[in-house]
């Protein structure tokens, strides 16, 4: 982003697909340096995907990639916060606690 003079990720629009493409990239390179151990996570639905389909996913296939070994903590995290009733504050709070744990977030335009 530096490099195309884009100081925010708010900056970016449907038209800056090369984040998209460097986002993949960056997702198989985890893929490939942590052995694929890693897995990644669709937040709201919860849907855990395998490090195998994480390569070549599709743009917004994925939010977070987390290690193998995490995968218990992650869980955790999801069962205490996402299931709370609706708040700002708790949702907040859940969204923090993943992206503590992640290994990468995934930025998708």
Excluded: H, Y
Excluded at 19 to 28: G, L
Excluded at 29 to 58: M, R, S, Y
Aim: with cysteine.
């Amino acid at each position: 982003m530096k490099e195309r003079g884009i100081t925010s990720p708010w900056e970016l629009t449907e038209f800056d697909q090369w984040v998209n493409d460097a986002t993949r990239k960056d997702i198989e390179n985890i893929v490939e340096k942590e052995g694929g151990e890693v897995f990644g996570l669709k937040v709201w639905t919860w849907e855990i995907i395998p490090a195998e389909q994480l390569k070549d996913i599709c743009n917004f296939g994925v939010d977070l990639i987390f290690r193998s070994q995490d995968k218990e903590k992650v869980f955790k995290v999801v069962d205490e916060e996402a299931k709370k009733p609706f708040s700002m504050k708790t949702t907040k709070k859940l969204i923090e606690k993943l992206f503590d744990l992640a290994a990468q977030s995934c930025t998708w335009v």
